[in-house]
């Protein structure tokens, strides 16, 4: 199969003090699943991607309530965010398979879901715009995070075992298809969050859609959204 094509130099730099607290805030959590994970990235995207499918859901449900009092359009946020937490709830349904969590690992996905589902809610009602941009910020390290992985499958450090089936209905995978190919649709899904949500960042602080963080169409294979529900 094709691999997508996946910008990975874009980087929005911190702008005003909003930004850096966005970044500095996912500098703070990149720093600790480096120390907690290591290069065992089967076992961090399990993780993460349940923190990773939260902002989505924050988002489109407080952006769904502000439209219903204001009586005015989303202009399509909400879809959206739900289409990216959705998405991103797919990927840890597709790495549970591939690297099975212990009960440690459980009991932290619980932990870190709750404590991040309150932190990300609250900062959503404090500035829109700051909570994108941590997402934004967040999607970047997802980026960096794959292409490790990436990595440590082309060198041989991380089996390179075959496609799990709910990833081949999801991504309308071609058989044969196998964890490198899956890497790289779940990459090209964060680039893609990472470029909608600087964008939506943008916005809200007044500049272009897309004027540091162009959001391309999705490159990946158009999900299968009837066999996935």
Not at 69 to 77: A, Q, S
Not at 173 to 195: K, N, Q, S
Request: include cysteine; hydrophobic fraction near 45%.
């Amino acid at each position: 199969m094709t691999s997508p094509a996946v910008d990975l130099t874009v980087h929005h730099q911190p702008a005003g003090a909003s930004d850096r607290v966005a970044y500095g805030f996912v500098k703070l959590l990149r720093f600790f699943a480096d120390t907690f994970f290591a290069k065992r990235y089967g076992h961090r995207a399990v993780v993460l991607e349940t923190v990773a499918a939260v902002p989505g859901m924050v988002g489109a449900t407080l952006n769904h309530l502000k439209c219903l009092r204001r009586m005015e359009d989303d202009r399509g946020w909400i879809k959206t965010l739900m289409d990216e937490a959705e998405n991103e709830r797919m990927h840890l349904m597709t790495f549970i398979q591939v690297a099975r969590p212990t009960m440690f690992e459980r009991f932290v996905v619980v932990a870190a879901q709750w404590v991040f589902y309150l932190f990300f809610f609250g900062l959503y009602l404090v500035s829109s715009r700051t909570a994108h941009r941590v997402v934004g910020y967040f999607e970047e390290e997802a980026v960096i995070s794959y292409t490790h992985y990436l990595a440590e499958i082309d060198e041989g450090r991380s089996p390179n075992v075959a496609a799990p089936q709910i990833a081949l209905d999801y991504w309308n995978l071609p058989a044969g298809a196998t964890l490198r190919d899956v890497v790289e649709v779940v990459r090209a899904d964060e680039a893609h969050h990472r470029d909608v949500n600087h964008g939506f960042a943008n916005e809200l602080r007044g500049l272009p859609h897309g004027d540091i963080a162009p959001c391309p169409p999705h490159v990946v294979l158009e999900p299968n959204w009837k066999t996935a529900a």
